[in-house]
């Protein structure tokens, strides 16, 4: 898979385990290796990791998982990459037949989805490690706190993706216009691109692109609004959502959204930004680089609302570790191992992706990306999860990202043939049902 169908792809849950479960055969053949316990030949630790990058990542992740020194008796470790295409019923057929891995990366919600199954061991115990150890003190603010549920941290954070504005600097020079800074700022320049025909809100809601559903959910966080309340209950029809959904129901009128944008694709909108046909958009960190380092895109500051809030969605992808293992103190040790190494990622421009690690945002490699070093130190900080206003993550985020209500609500919006109040209250009953 390559890099920017992956960057759609990993960002997004499971589809709901209800309406998931009944349709997935428990096929062990499904699952790679056939050891049971997470081990491997010789008892080794498993570990399943994405394909994140293109083939040279794989090589780099399996010389890392190989090259660790197991120590104390505890057992060594194996690498198993692993395609994204029906990576849900690898993952679940192994996991029900107990041949599953002891450690992997994967989808961003899996751990919380499979914690309610009872597969995952928390790794309480591995943070309690890192902070004796200072090394939690390297990880950003926010990504680690992002892994916790009500009975512990699922997982422990890798890499991350923020959905950020993107701008084609020629093209905003053509309309005259500057940066917009702010939603009224926003505006008056999606209507100068109009005037011009270039699309002021480059976004998409067609099949398998879910960039649009990212821009409604990134807009209300920007208002100091969110999908969830504070006791993780669908809660959409406040004030501070209705403004923002009233805001691109505002920009919908002033021409700045594409008709097609309703089917777009992720190719269809990645053309669109590479045929200088968009102007300013929500998207990917991985948006320049996906477009071959194109230097006529540059990241904008976080933009206040009408409010004065400033916010955005991240996405924290993360490395769990499975109850199904030959030692638990084994994962952990390898877990934390695998940590210290990943900056080789970035530092050979591997993975299109965030680190989560201060080291790593430091190193000369990364720097040399500013757009992303902006990134870090504008977008990072204000950025917030699906689960916002809760202050615990849960199962139910990923049938949020891999559900049916929220793509038909983004398309309803990107029409713009409703009143913000309405969709949202569609929005609510389609998303109770789906969580039920």
């Known amino acids: 898979m390559n890099t920017s169908t992956s960057a759609t792809l990993t960002r997004r849950g499971f589809l709901g385990l209800a309406g998931v479960a009944a349709a997935v055969p428990i096929l062990a053949a499904c699952a790679p290796g056939a050891a049971g316990g997470g081990g491997a030949a010789g008892g080794a630790l498993k570990f399943w990791d994405m394909q994140w990058g293109p083939a040279a990542y794989g090589d780099a992740a399996k010389k890392l998982t ?4 197991a120590k104390n008796g505890l057992p060594a470790a194996t690498y198993q990459s692993l395609p994204w295409n029906n990576f849900y019923q690898t993952f679940s057929s192994a996991i029900a037949s107990k041949t599953g891995p002891a450690v992997s990366s994967g989808s961003g919600f899996q751990a919380f989805q499979f ?28 990504t680690v706190e992002s892994m916790k549920t009500a009975k512990g941290y699922a997982a422990v954070p890798w890499q991350s993706d923020i959905r950020v504005l993107w701008y084609r600097k020629s093209l905003l020079d053509q309309a005259g216009v500057d ?12 209507k100068a691109l109009a005037k011009i025909g270039v699309v002021g809100l480059g976004t998409g809601a067609g099949a398998g ?16 609004g969110g999908i969830f309340n504070a006791e993780g209950k669908p809660d959409l029809v406040t004030d501070a959502n209705i403004e923002a959904m009233e805001f691109v129901l505002e920009l919908s009128a002033a021409g700045a959204i594409d008709p097609a944008a309703l089917t777009y694709t992720s190719d269809n909108l ?26 006529d895109l540059f990241v904008a500051s976080p933009v206040s609302s009408y409010s004065g809030n400033k916010g955005t969605l991240a996405f924290v992808n993360n490395l769990m570790m499975y109850t199904n293992t030959p030692s638990q103190e084994g994962s952990e040790a390898f877990l934390e191992a695998y940590l210290d190494g990943i900056h080789v990622f970035w530092d050979q421009g591997l993975i299109n992706a965030l680190p989560v690690l201060k080291s790593i945002v430091a190193s000369e490699a990364f720097q040399a990306n500013t757009q992303w070093v902006k990134i870090i130190d504008e977008w990072q900080p204000v950025s917030k999860p699906y689960a916002t206003l809760s202050d615990t993550l849960f199962a139910g985020l990923a049938v949020v990202d891999g559900g049916q209500s929220i793509t038909q609500f ?13 969709a949202l209250q569609t929005f609510q009953s389609a998303l109770e049902k789906e969580l039920a």
């Open 270 to 295: 990645q053309s669109q930004w590479a045929d200088k046909r968009i102007g300013l958009g929500w998207n990917s960190a991985g948006l320049q680089n996906t477009l071959n380092g194109d230097e």
């Open 209 to 224: 692109n879910n960039l649009g559903n990212h821009l409604m959910a990134s807009l209300m966080i920007n208002n100091g």
């Open 179 to 190: 940066v917009p800074t702010d939603w009224k700022s926003y505006l008056e320049a999606a």
């Open 115 to 142: 914690a309610d199954q009872g597969a995952i061991a928390y790794a309480d115990n591995l943070i309690d490690k890192l902070r004796s150890s200072g090394k939690l003190d390297d990880f950003l603010p926010g």
């Open 66 to 69: 190989e090259s660790y020194a």
């Open 410 to 422: 983004t398309q309803t919006m990107l029409a713009g043939k409703t009143d913000a109040k309405s």
